[in-house]
């Protein structure tokens, strides 16, 4: 055995688990050496999940990240000699209309993003699957690349730490535990160890179900939570003695009864001989918190399976017994049955990337065995390169605000989502229930009087429209349409609509407290957003102004976009609610990293924004301010920044708009925001909820939504955002932006799409929501450009000025020709596109005061 280390130059925390170990490979392969890897237990592990899991493949997400990295994994598997492609069917039952929806859209999702997944009717399902009642489905979905990790991901996982010590670049120690963290000057500096300390420069948490523990040493939390998964077994099954299977038929999900069902194989494999039968509860989720997680020597199998009382499972499992028979003919064994312990997320996603609070703290936690090399591979990539191939955002840790890291936020959030792991449905626009009310504007209490619908973002309470506004829906009768088809309609209030219109023809109000503000001060304060930013941010001229720009990374692709505001003694950055906390982290970081004297500080809560816009935006706006002659055009122009003063109370007027319309942003201090909403009010202006604000008028005038239609696939160019000159001064991305800028045309460009017919092959229109893939109309292919990377709406909403559905998303540069015909899958129904603008191009411009057919 080796000799304990005092030094390395990375620690993986968790070696034994899947995650870790895909973690050391990926390392190893990206050219690092002197890894040390720990575990409370073996290695590989015998008491985390991956010691359980029934380590499914299947790639069947509406989300392009989690399809990558499934895909990767499988591929990943196979190679490794470890892989069973025998496909996963997904069922629709009998009467489950919205189940039935749900796959044709994981169909669409799929050819979106790379998937081969299909619609097959319940005689097909019958012959891959015999095990079925044929009359008890009315379809599926197939995945012919769904598969299982054979014998097991606990066998991966051993594998890959052998090969990695094989190699001399890792040192592995099992029961091992890591006890405390050395923390220095907010880096992290070592690991303590009941064998001793391991100094490092890197530490990698990939802990699993104990990853909140490790988390806490550092002084904070990780938003997951792990819950129970009743996994069951029945037998004997003998169908595939002595055929040396690990599995003889498909996968078999029956997610309209949140469950799932396999064979193990032959009797003489690793599990062999049984049915599983797989469960996730939908009614009283069973979180356990890591602390109360057993040790080994109290636990009846292992800490990570808990007991099972099959009277918890008995209502779901006789409607399984309907499906497949089979269940009720073989034995139960009790004694193999189990909950297993997995973990569920607050938002859906894993939480990777370094520590809010401790710089080379790294996390990797609440990953499942599908996208465990996957991932692992990011987080290498990540660490060496400073950026994935693919964006990262959405399972990024620095994503999460302050409060989203609190104990009840997390235990609230993490029930639902545990109990909607398999059904039913989510929709894309579904709002969560629990983590509500933590952050409401000074004018919230008029909103609920307005009739306010509310959803909610950062933490923020936000009226997508409003009941008092729906006598608007008799004005506008003949342009704003019912949404026949329940799914279309759900989470949309149709008055939002109608206020979208009256805004359009006179002035509204729209409350934006949602913003992320920053405040970042400091003698440096300039160098490092002039470093940071595709703008021009320094120079006495743009004292005073607001300057919309962008983060790139180092390959010249979009990070972030935002507006700054110059002031005399600082910048404040103006972001959105779900970007912000990201791009404070990443500020933080850089300035450190380059030894700047900057402080950067989250103002969100101190300041409220109100956004007033519409053609009589002015002259309602000089109702109420002290110096009305000081709005005029001559005395503000576009993207100035003035100081006026309304109702006796301070504000910062910017003259910008997310809309189209003439307007302008009004910030001001938290407490001064009832004041104002109230003398904006008495103008007779009414209240216009954030669905016109983020969706219908930002798309009817082609304006982009970070996180969705840029994002760091995609470069500046392509986005059509890029500047006419590139600044002197140097910044982060230049280089490859020049190299971008120089050539004739770029791969792809985000174009604006338009349905030219929206009606279904039962006659009613459709308003889609979500991603759908842009494919060939002739072929049905979806289009890829010549980077490899597939085409699908990024945003896509009905606009009622032009009364048609409109989406943005990025096309091959073959297709980005106006006029263009397509066509968009939604439902397993394809309906035809046109291409109505390349690049930045308005369906709706207030300046010509006129659609765009």
Known sequence: ????????????????????????????????????????????????????????????????????????????????????????????????????????????????????????????????FPLIEQDQIQGALWDPDAGLVIPRSQTVAGKLVDRAETSGKLRAFSNCPATSLVIEGGRIRGVVTPRGTIMADLVVVCAGLWGRLIAEMAGEDLPVFPVDHPLTFFGPYNEFENTGKEIGRPLLRDQGNS??????????????????????????????????????????????????????????????????????????????????????????????????????????????????????????DWITDGRTAIDHASIDYSRFNPYALEAKFIEERCVETASKIYNPPVHPREPFGGGRNIRRSPFYQR???????????????????????????????????????????????????????????????????????TDITGPDHVELLEWLSAAKIGGDGNIGKG?????????????????????????????????????????????????????????????????????????????????????????????????????????????????????????????????????????GVIAVGVETYANSRRLEKSLRLQNADLRTDYNLLEADLARPKVKEADFRGKAKHLEHRARDHQPAMLCTLILTDNLDSNGIARYPVGILPVQDPETGETLVDELGRRSWTSSIVFGPTIGKNIALAYLPWSHCQEGRRLQVEYMGETFPAEVAGVGYKPLYDPENLKPRS
């Open 447 to 517: 909103e609920v009087e307005l009739g306010g619908h509310f959803m909610e973002l950062g933490g923020w309470e936000r009226a997508h429209g409003y009941a008092a506004n729906e006598p608007l829906l008799e004005k506008y009768a003949s342009q704003i349409p019912v949404r026949e088809h329940e799914w279309d309609n759900r989470h949309f209030w149709r008055v939002s609509n109608a206020e979208h219109l009256e805004m359009t023809a006179d002035c509204g109000l729209i409350n934006l407290s949602h913003f992320h503000l």
């Open 547 to 683: 300057i919309y720009t962008h983060f790139l990374d180092d390959e010249g692709n979009v990070r972030a976009d935002f507006t700054l505001f110059r002031l005399a003694d600082r910048i404040r950055l103006i972001n959105g609610a779900d970007a912000g906390p990201r791009d404070l982290h990443y500020m933080r970081r850089v300035a450190q990293d380059r030894g700047l004297d900057v402080t950067v500080t989250d103002v969100t809560e101190k300041y409220v924004t109100i956004g007033i816009w519409g053609p009589n935006a002015r002259v309602n706006l000089q109702k109420v301010v002290e110096d009305p002659a000081a709005l005029e055009k001559e005395n503000f122009p576009f993207a100035a920044i003035r100081p006026i003063r309304i109702a006796g109370k301070d504000v910062t007027a910017f003259r910008i708009s997310y809309v189209g319309e003439q307007g302008w942003e009004l910030h001001m201090a938290y407490e001064d925001g009832l004041a104002v909403w109230d003398a904006l009010r008495s103008t």
């Open 259 to 380: 469950a799932y069902l396999r064979d193990t194989g032959d009797p003489k494999t690793t599990e062999g001989g049984q049915i599983e039968w797989g469960y996730y509860y939908e009614s009283d989720p069973r979180l356990c918190h890591p602390r109360d997680i057993l040790e080994k020597e109290f636990a009846r199998l292992s800490p990570s399976q808990r007991d099972l009382e099959l009277e918890d499972v008995l209502s779901p499992l006789e409607r399984a017994i309907e499906l497949t028979p089979i269940l009720g003919e073989l034995g139960y064994n009790e004694s193999h049955s189990f909950n297993g312990l997995l973990q569920t997320t607050t938002d859906g996603g894993p939480s990777i990337g370094e520590s809010q609070k401790v710089r080379g703290l790294w996390y990797a936690v609440a990953i499942w065995v599908k996208d465990a090399p996957g991932m692992a591979r990011l987080v290498a």
């Open 1 to 128: 055995m080796s000799a304990f280390p005092d030094r390395a130059r990375v620690v993986i925390v968790g070696l034994g688990g899947i995650v870790g170990a895909s973690v050391a490979h990926h390392l190893i392969e990206r050219g690092w050496d002197d890894i040390v890897g720990i575990d409370k237990s073996g290695i590989p592990t015998d008491i985390g999940s991956t010691a359980h899991a029934s380590d499914f493949c299947y790639a069947t997400s509406h989300d392009y990240l989690s399809t990558w990295t499934t895909l990767y994994s499988i591929d990943f598997f196979e190679k490794l000699g470890h892989y069973a492609r025998v496909g996963g069917l997904e069922v629709a039952r009998v009467g489950d209309d919205a189940r039935m929806n749900e796959l044709k859209r994981k169909v669409a999702s799929g050819k979106a993003f790379g998937t081969r997944a299909s619609m097959i009717s319940p005689a097909e399902v019958k012959e891959k």
